[in-house]
């Protein structure tokens, strides 16, 4: 997939929403990249300076491509509820990331110390539920939770559970990410 243009798209669906871009055009970019067309999950990160600004995205595939991406852009932009909407002079110093999520598998554990042995550290996107709640961190957030308790502690945390919420033995589920991201004043990730 060309990430160069996955990150022209967001933009534009941005940017379009402030009245400084035409619409994306989905329908002749699909005519051009039929990849374009194809169910997938995406999620897309917005950062200032390297601190996060918006994420919103799909865990599961359940519309083309193009639809997902212009979607979730925006929604990153104007609805993530940690966030005000993004002002356009905010928009001027963003970089977007996108990220397209593999189809995510379930991963069978007997306690922790087996799912700890089966869990790939930086590679792994991670999906907890239990009952009836959900979360999941991209295999990015590694990056800053980089030790596999503090990890899930945050993950449980984020579902509205106990941060302890392993030793109830929850539905994993893993997944993979291919990332293109924007450079800002903290590089290009």
Not at 70 to 77: C, Y
Not at 119 to 136: F, K, M, S, W, Y
Not at 169 to 186: G, L, M, N
Request: hydrophobic share 40%; charged share 25%; with cysteine.
């Amino acid at each position: 997939m060309n990430g160069e243009l996955l990150l022209q798209i967001a933009r534009q669906a941005i940017a379009s929403a402030f009245g400084l871009a035409p619409e994306v055009d989905k329908e002749g970019l699909v005519a051009q990249y039929p990849e374009l067309a194809k169910e997938q999950a995406t999620f897309v990160t917005l950062t200032i300076d390297g601190n996060l600004r918006g994420c919103i995205g799909s865990i599961v595939p359940h519309r083309r491509l193009i639809d997902d991406l212009v979607e979730n852009a925006r929604a990153a932009a104007f609805g993530d509820p940690r966030f005000s909407r993004l002002t356009p002079e905010e928009f001027e110093k963003v970089a977007i990331e996108v990220s397209l999520l593999t189809v995510p598998q379930p991963l069978a554990y007997t306690d922790v110390e087996d799912l700890r042995h089966k869990i790939t550290p930086g590679e792994d996107g991670v999906i907890l539920q239990l009952d009836g709640r959900q979360a999941t961190f991209l295999p990015q957030v590694w990056e800053e939770l980089n030790d596999f308790d503090l990890f899930f502690a945050h993950l449980c945390l984020k579902a509205g559970l106990p941060q302890n919420c392993l030793v109830y033995h929850p539905q994993i589920f893993t997944y993979r990410v291919e990332k293109f991201k924007e450079c800002d004043s903290a590089g290009c990730g």
